[in-house]
């Protein structure tokens, strides 16, 4: 079956642009993961969701970001002001449950100029 | 908050030889220990997990290892292969806090570079 989709793939935006990343995770997956690569590092956590419920935020590195998923299914990773430090790959996994495997999406690679 | 250290950064071994790469974390909590495998602008994938049930588990040529009381993990790849080469990435599941509201938040080590000569 299809695997987690994110989109764009790319994006290059000015230093205090705002950007909106999507995930499509795996039909039927209830957990929905975002995680920030830094080039050369390992993920780091961003945020949780169960379902339409944001759990843990605690990993969002500062107020300018924003995670929704209304549905249930697709989630939005909005980053406002975007700064030069914000450059990094944008993950997105999911899980049938949360303590199930989760599966990484190719993710975005965010260019903040 | 849970802590994963990861060596070698980087290793490079012969094709057909084996290759080791150690995990150690902090959180005692800690229960779920995967082990993803990353090549250049792809997304992680999973190769192998293990629980904290068990001590061992083995895919064909993929095992990974788990001793609890040292709390350090490590992932063996024996008759390496060519297409083995990539970034391969240990992490265990986060805090209780997290496992309390049934998420398995993950903590990944900073990666080992993995390259294999023909």
């Known amino acids: 079956g299809a695997g987690v989709s994110q989109s764009p793939r790319y994006k290059v935006a000015k230093r205090g642009q705002d950007v909106a990343l999507r995930c499509d995770p795996i039909?039927?997956?209830?957990?929905l993961f975002w995680y920030q690569q830094a080039l050369g590092q390992g993920p780091e956590f961003l945020t949780y969701f169960q379902n339409e419920a944001q759990l843990d935020k605690s990993g969002l590195p500062s107020d300018r970001f924003f995670a929704e998923r209304p549905e249930g299914s697709v989630s939005t990773l909005k980053i406002q002001r975007t700064q030069q430090e914000d450059s990094a790959v944008y993950l997105c996994a999911s899980s049938a449950g949360g303590q199930e495997t989760q599966y990484f999406g190719p993710g975005t690679r965010l260019l903040v100029l | 908050g849970e802590n994963v250290e990861q060596h070698p950064s980087t290793l490079s071994v012969q094709e057909g030889d084996s290759a080791v790469i150690k995990c150690t974390y902090s959180d005692s909590a800690s229960n779920y220990f995967p082990w993803y495998k990353q090549e250049l602008g792809k997304r992680p994938q999973l190769i192998i997990d293990i629980r904290s049930n068990v001590g061992e588990k083995k895919d064909q040529r993929i095992a990974v290892t788990l001793n609890k009381t040292a709390k350090h993990f490590s992932l063996h790849i024996t008759e390496t292969q060519p297409e083995d080469s990539a970034v391969y990435f240990c992490?265990?599941?986060?805090?209780?806090?997290?496992?309390?509201?049934?998420?398995?938040?993950?903590?990944f080590g900073q990666g080992t570079r993995l390259t294999i000569n023909p």
């Open positions: 992490a265990a599941s986060g805090v209780a806090a997290s496992i309390i509201q049934g998420a398995q938040k993950l903590v």
């Open positions: 039909s039927g997956h209830v957990s």
